[in-house]
């Protein structure tokens, strides 16, 4: 079954590496759903903080070759399914991450497997800049820090994209939560979206709030950037503590004696997907796109990448 699609679509490409300027808009085909494949008719694509370095070929994501299609998660309508497909049909609202890349454009094919319906009370927009960050940020809270009930734990980078959705997972878990933001107003979302306490990690001292707010060390924190004051928090941990991170994060953070330190990827999968979607639903959520672009303005987002902003930065399709 297969809604009315056209032939070509629009997409942010560059066909060399190099700066934001390589970015440009071009008509290239709509893909075609390969078995177990959904097709997916784009409103809204996250724009990553990694999306910069694989478009400037420092690393590689996704399938090589120009022109290259990069953005790995994106959220709008299934409009054709490839055979085999069992878990979505066309007119289903859908998010979808996957490391392949593929959704600066209008639409995009992906395996079943990367895709999940979108959480009631969240907008296409919304949930657009999901995907990853939100698997991300569960990934690190529960399959590595194991995360429960009445812990305490610090968010270091928590006004960023993958952040602020963890602070709000913590808490569904029943956590404490410290966020180290960055700015007034990160520290602001930070507490409007339910952490315990919140400081700015630029301004504020860090390592005697890590103190304050655990008094007997803090079990857990999931480390989303590096800063200066990121060591001087992490000596507040407890020993027998863990800290996670996403692999990417540079320098690798430096754990204390006595507590465990966990890379991590976000991969995504089904089990991901439902058990992110199951928090999310518990209560009101917020997905915070600090700002929207057109996808004519993919060099100028790329630009902007580097400047101060809360949440995610995302594309508007259509």
Excluded: C
Aim: charged share 25%.
């Amino acid at each position: 079954m297969q809604a009315a699609i056209p032939a070509q679509m629009k997409a942010a490409a560059f066909d060399r590496y190099g700066g934001p300027e390589v970015l440009h808009t071009e008509t290239l085909p709509v893909p075609q759903p390969g078995a177990k494949q959904v097709l997916i008719r784009l409103a809204s694509s996250g724009i990553g903080e990694w999306d910069r370095y694989v478009r400037s070929g420092e690393v590689e994501l996704g399938p090589s070759g120009f022109p290259r299609v990069i953005g790995n998660d994106g959220a709008g309508e299934v409009v054709a399914v490839g055979e085999g497909v069992r878990r979505f049909h066309v007119g289903d609202r859908v998010y979808a991450y996957s490391m392949q890349g593929g959704f600066y454009a209008e639409y995009v094919a992906q395996d079943e497997d990367a895709v999940a319906a979108i959480p009631a009370g969240l907008s296409e927009e919304e949930a657009g800049a999901l995907g990853a960050d939100g698997v991300t940020a569960l990934r690190g809270l529960d399959d590595q820090l194991h995360l429960s009930a009445g812990q305490s734990l610090m968010v270091y980078g928590a006004s960023g994209g993958i952040g602020h959705l963890a602070v709000q997972l913590a808490k569904r878990m029943g956590a404490r939560v410290l966020g180290v933001a960055s700015g007034r107003d990160g520290v602001e979302l930070v507490r409007k979206l339910g952490a315990d306490a919140a400081v700015d990690g630029k301004r504020d001292d860090v390592a005697r709030a890590a103190r304050d707010f655990a008094p007997g060390g803090l079990d857990a924190a999931l480390v989303l950037v590096h800063g200066k004051s990121l060591d001087p928090a992490l000596a507040a941990m407890r020993r027998g503590g863990r800290i996670a991170h996403p692999n990417g994060v540079e320098p690798v953070p430096a754990a204390p004696e006595g507590v465990t330190l966990l890379a991590y990827d976000g991969e995504p999968s089904p089990d991901a997907f439902e058990r992110l979607n199951r928090l999310i639903a518990a209560a009101p959520f917020h997905v915070e796109v600090g700002r929207m672009y057109a996808l004519d303005d993919a060099a100028r987002a790329h630009r902007e990448l580097g400047q101060h902003h809360l949440g995610k930065l995302a594309l508007r399709i259509h």
